[in-house]
């Protein structure tokens, strides 16, 4: 089993950053990556990359404005969100599994996620 814990979120004004990080510890895994639910819609892709940093991937909303990248000394996956907007508010969850992609059932570890709200 691998653990998630997910940190960095809170409240920002839109144009500002945040920066998430999920810290995983326990067996080993291949992939990551990091989606989002907000209320009363269904959980969506965020980004997603190989533990190695390869095979990296965006949801179409977010490329550009957001990074996800690995901290190597303190063993994290972190997301970086520049210019954010209120439609990016939503509960964000890390989640890992063997084998990455922009579907949710690719992975079978989930952190218990960290609230981002972006206000107008």
């Known amino acids: 089993q691998v653990q998630l814990v997910e940190s960095g979120g809170g409240l920002v004004q839109a144009g500002g950053s945040l920066r998430l990080s999920c810290a995983a510890s326990?067996?080993?895994?291949?992939?990551l990556g990091w989606f989002r639910q907000a209320p009363g819609k269904e959980r969506e892709f965020v980004a997603t990359?190989?533990?190695?940093?390869?095979?990296?991937a965006y949801a179409v909303s977010v490329k550009d404005r957001f990074t996800i990248s690995r901290d190597n000394a303190k063993n994290t996956v972190d997301l970086q969100m520049n210019s954010l907007k209120p439609e990016d508010t939503a509960v964000y969850y890390c989640?890992?599994?063997?084998?990455?992609?922009?579907?949710?059932?690719?992975?079978?570890?989930w952190g218990q996620g960290t609230q981002v709200t972006v206000s107008s």
């Open positions: 989640a890992a599994g063997a084998v990455g992609g922009p579907s949710d059932f690719l992975y079978n570890n």
């Open positions: 326990g067996r080993t895994f291949s992939a």
């Open positions: 990359m190989r533990w190695n940093g390869v095979s990296i």
